[in-house]
């Protein structure tokens, strides 16, 4: 006899919206998820556009949701442009408490260290050993050489300011402001009349972050924008893959087929944006979809489904690559800038990762904002050297 049915290693965004469906839909399953913070999701904000989701997962999805807006703002030195595609956001906050309702507290474990995984164990800190048929390693990204990354990183800071700020949606880039250490933009998100969330946000080379200087900037950014500091409420950083290329079966021949993975853990998030609710939401139905769970058969469905939509998605790794490796540094964001001057259902399928054929031409037609020989240059995956796997997949942890 097993101590649950399903164990979930590590309680971020993927883990508990699964436990959630699963516990949903098949509520006879005894579940655990296991973090190793104080409460499920840390201290995170993850959002998505309206159109991303089907109105199917959206309906099942709405209780997490914190955060509502009903379009949305991009700012390039060229223009300004408002966009109306609803937009939203869940706080780790509101994850924690939907979940600690649904679930309830024996299938939490909080401030738990996870030692080592097993095909149907998990050893904690300590010795405690917790089994199950099935175990979902559900922990973040990890290492990988078989992975060419760039980085989308940032600091975000909450704060209540002495007079409403005045903006009604988020602005989702602001990159009408210098540019170092790859394309910035500052992105914002207007949760009151007086709080907002600003973050300092850039696609880089490197994971590394200088706390201490981008939260200057926030500051300036607010001062700029006439905002006065009453408090900072909370600080939020982050560092996520940007998918530029790599072998995917040699990506899962490292993983093996011992522990099924799940979240950015399997590569399931989009490629550009580095957005990872839709792929979470999609992942939860379908794992509470198979006939039976065991680490094999979830280690199957990830896999298939990774493989999947890494074939799928190879057009936005190529436009990486043009943004990281063909783009000169400080001037990546007229990449950006040329791109939300398309027609904004274009932009939806987009984020949706559902780009046409015709979008695809529309977006790489006319005189691009990189130079035509570098573009070439990198095309293909096959041009990436083997160091920008090594290098690249190793800072990642």
């Keep these: 006899m097993t101590d649950h049915d399903v164990i979930f290693a590590g309680g971020g965004l993927a883990s508990t919206l699964a436990a959630c469906r699963l516990k949903a839909l098949r509520p006879e399953l005894r ?66 408490h939907v979940a600690l309702a649904a679930l309830g507290g024996g299938c939490i474990r909080l401030n738990a260290r996870i030692a080592a995984l097993e095909p149907s164990a998990v050893l904690l800190d300590g010795g405690e050993r917790l089994t199950a048929p099935c175990i979902i390693d559900g922990r973040g990204p990890a290492p990988s ?71 200057r900037k926030i500051e300036a950014y607010a001062a700029a924008r006439g905002w006065r500091i009453a408090q900072i409420l909370r600080e939020e950083t982050g560092t996520l893959p940007i998918l530029l290329g790599g072998d995917i079966d040699a990506f899962w021949r490292e993983v093996g087929t011992d522990v099924a993975r799940i979240g950015l853990r399997a590569c399931l998030f989009h490629p550009t944006t580095g957005y990872s609710l839709p792929d979470a939401v999609a992942t939860a139905d379908a794992i509470a979809a198979l006939p ?66 015709a979008d ?17 240059a990198h095309i293909r995956e096959a041009s990436l050297r083997p160091s920008q796997f090594g290098d690249a997949g190793q800072s990642n942890g």
């Excluded at 700012?75 to 869940?90: C, H, N, V």
């Excluded at 207007?190 to 994971?207: K, N, V, W």
């Excluded at 695809?360 to 070439?376: D, E, M, N, T, Y």
């Design 31 to 96: 579940l655990l998820v296991i973090e190793g913070g104080a409460q499920l999701g840390g201290n995170h904000t993850w959002s998505c556009h309206a159109s991303d989701l089907t109105p199917a997962q959206a309906s099942w999805i709405a209780p997490f949701i914190t955060y509502r807006w009903p379009g949305q703002v991009v700012r390039f030195p060229k223009y300004t442009r408002r966009l109306d595609a609803g937009y939203q956001s869940i706080s780790s906050t509101t994850l924690h």
């Design 145 to 215: 050489a078989a992975l060419a990354l760039g980085f989308q990183k940032f600091i975000g800071l909450e704060l209540r300011l002495a007079a409403p700020h005045g903006e009604t949606v988020p602005v989702i880039m602001d990159a009408a402001i210098s540019q170092d250490d790859g394309y910035r933009f500052v992105y914002t998100l207007p949760f009151t009349a007086d709080t907002i969330l600003i973050e300092d946000t850039y696609y880089a080379d490197g994971p590394s972050l200088e706390p201490a200087a981008i939260r």
């Design 292 to 357: 039976e769970l065991t680490t094999a058969s979830v280690a199957s469905l990830t896999q298939a489904l990774s493989k999947r939509l890494w074939q799928q998605r190879g057009f936005y790794r190529m436009l990486n690559r043009f943004l990281f490796l063909a783009a000169e540094p400080g001037k990546r964001y007229e990449i950006m800038q040329r791109f939300y001057s398309l027609a904004e259902p274009l932009i939806e399928r987009f984020y949706r990762a559902a780009s046409s054929p």
């Design 360 to 376: 695809k031409a529309r977006i790489l037609i006319g005189r691009p904002p990189v130079p035509i020989a570098r573009a070439l």
